[in-house]
C-alpha cells in the first residue's frame, strides 16, 4: 500500500492492478488520492544473484530514496524511455528493456554512494578509498589470478600491512578472504546455470581442481558444489 502520509489508506482497486498486471515491465500506474493531482508510479524489475556472496546487495538499503533534480535528470530520461519501451513493444525491445535496467541501477547506487557520509565503513566505503579500491578492481577483474597479499599490495603500491589493515578496516575481511568469497559466488552462478562441469568452473574461477572448489564451497556454503546444483535446478 502506498500512501502520502502514514496510516492513510485508499479503497484498492483490483481491476487496476488486473490490467497493469498483463502489460510488460517496467509499466506505469496513475493513482487518483483525495486531491486534484494524479500519483505515477512506475514499476519495474531487475534480478541479480544474492547468494551466497553479493558485497553490493549486501551493503545496499532496503529502500533507497532519490529526490527529483530539476534539469539535467539521467535518472528520469531513464525511467521514461523504458517506459516507453515497455508500452510500445519494437523488435529490440527486450534487448533495450535489460540495458535500460542495468543502467537505471547504476545511476541509482551512483546516487546513493554520493550521498553518504564520510569516514564510514563497509562496501562502498572501501570503494571510494584510492587504495582499497583499486584493490577491489584488481580482485574483481582477474579472480582466477594467483594472488598473494603481497602481490596484491605491490599492485597497489602499498606494503603488506597498511594494504590488510586498511582493506579490513573498510570491507570487514582481508584482502584474500574477500577474494575466496567472490570466487565462491562466480562459482555458484555457473552452477545455476547447468553448462559447465565442476571441473570447467574450477577452472574458470581460480582453483587448480574440482577438489579443491569443492572444499572451498563446501566451506563458504555449507554444502557440496553438486548438492548446490540440484538444489538449486529443483
Known sequence: MVSSAP?????SS????RAVSQ????????IEGGGPEKARVICGFLGCDARP??????TLPRVIHLRARPADDV????VELAVIESAQPRPGGDCALSRLSELLFV??????????PPGGVGWFAGLRDENVGRALQKLHQRPTHDWSLEGLAKECGLSRSVLAERFAHLVGVPPIQYLAKWRIQLAASLLRSGKSSLAEIADQVGYGSEAALSRAFKRQVGIAPALYRRAESA
Open 7 to 11: 496510516g492513510m489508506r485508499g479503497e
Open 14 to 17: 483490483v481491476e487496476a492492478l
Open 23 to 30: 502489460r510488460r515491465v517496467p509499466l506505469a500506474m496513475s
Open 53 to 58: 556472496f553479493n558485497p553490493l546487495l549486501a
Open 75 to 78: 535518472l528520469r530520461s531513464l
Open 107 to 116: 545511476e541509482v547506487v551512483r546516487r546513493y554512494v554520493a550521498q553518504l
